[in-house]
C-alpha cells in the first residue's frame, strides 16, 4: 500500500521499494537495512528514504549506518524506541498470533483485519482504501513475529542525535499501535526533524494522503 500511494505523496519524484514483507529479518533490524542499501542500487546520489511503522527503523538504521546514501528521511507512524509497556508484555500472544494466524481460513484471516479497521484507517476513509486493507496479501506469520519481536527491543536512542539528515515526522494522534509519545520522541531526539501531527490511527498517511502530500511539498521545497 505504501508504494502504491507513492505517485500521490511524490508525483515528481521516481520512487522503488524495498519488499520486506516476506524477509524473516535475518540479522535483525541491521540486516534489514543492508539490504534496503542494496535495494537503493548502485547509484551513489543521495535518495530520499520513506520507512512506515517497522519500516521506519529500517529507514532509521540505514540513515545512521550509510548516511552518505540518505538525502533525508520520511517516516510515518514509526518509533526509535517502542514506549508501550503492555506490547512488550504481549510477546507470548504475538506467539500465539503467528501460529494461528497462518493456519486459520482466510475469511476468518480477513474478518480479523476487519476488527482492526478503526486501529489502522480510523473511522473515515474511502472505499477505496478499505478495498486495498482487507485485500492485502495475507502476511508471513513467521516474518511478522520476528519482525514484532524485534520491534520491542529496537532502540535507535543512543544514535538518533547523530542522525542529521532532514527528517519528515508524521504520526497519528490516535495511533494504538504505536503511540504519538514516540513519534514526539523521535522528533526531538533528531536535529534536523519536522513532526506533523493529524487525527487519526496508525495509517493516517495513507487516509489523509492528500493532506499529506501538501506537507511533504512544503517539506521539501525548504530541504532542496
Given at each position: ?145 520476528t519482525k514484532a ?45 519536522t513532526l506533523h ?28
Amino acid at each position: 500500500m505504501l508504494l502504491q500511494s507513492a505517485p500521490v505523496w511524490f508525483p515528481d519524484w521516481e520512487s522503488s521499494a524495498f519488499d520486506h514483507h516476506g524477509d524473516r529479518a535475518e540479522g535483525g533490524v541491521e540486516g534489514l537495512a543492508d539490504r534496503a542499501l542494496e535495494a537503493l542500487g548502485t547509484d551513489p546520489t543521495p535518495a530520499f528514504v520513506c520507512g512506515e511503522s517497522f519500516g521506519g527503523t529500517v529507514a532509521l538504521t540505514l540513515a545512521h549506518r550509510a548516511p552518505e546514501r540518505v538525502a533525508g528521511l520520511i517516516l510515518f507512524s514509526t518509533f526509535g524506541w517502542h514506549p508501550s509497556n503492555l506490547a512488550r508484555r504481549g510477546v507470548g500472544a504475538l506467539a500465539a498470533w503467528s501460529f494461528l494466524g497462518g493456519r486459520v481460513p482466510m475469511p476468518m484471516y480477513r474478518t480479523g483485519r476487519l476488527f482492526s479497521l478503526p486501529s489502522q484507517l480510523g473511522f473515515r476513509f474511502s472505499p477505496e482504501l478499505f478495498h486495498e486493507y482487507v485485500s492485502r496479501p495475507r502476511a508471513d506469520m513467521n516474518a511478522y513475529r520476528t519482525k514484532a519481536e524485534l520491534s520491542l527491543t529496537f532502540d535507535a536512542r543512543p544514535w538518533l542525535g547523530s542522525i542529521d539528515v532532514p527528517t519528515f515526522i508524521l504520526i497519528g494522534r490516535w495511533d494504538p499501535v504505536v503511540p504519538a509519545s514516540a513519534g514526539r520522541e523521535l522528533a526531538r531526539r533528531i536535529p534536523n526533524a519536522t513532526l506533523h501531527t493529524l487525527g487519526g490511527g496508525h495509517l493516517v498517511h495513507l487516509v489523509h494522503a492528500e493532506r499529506v502530500r501538501g506537507l511533504l511539498a512544503d517539506w521539501a521545497r525548504g530541504v532542496r
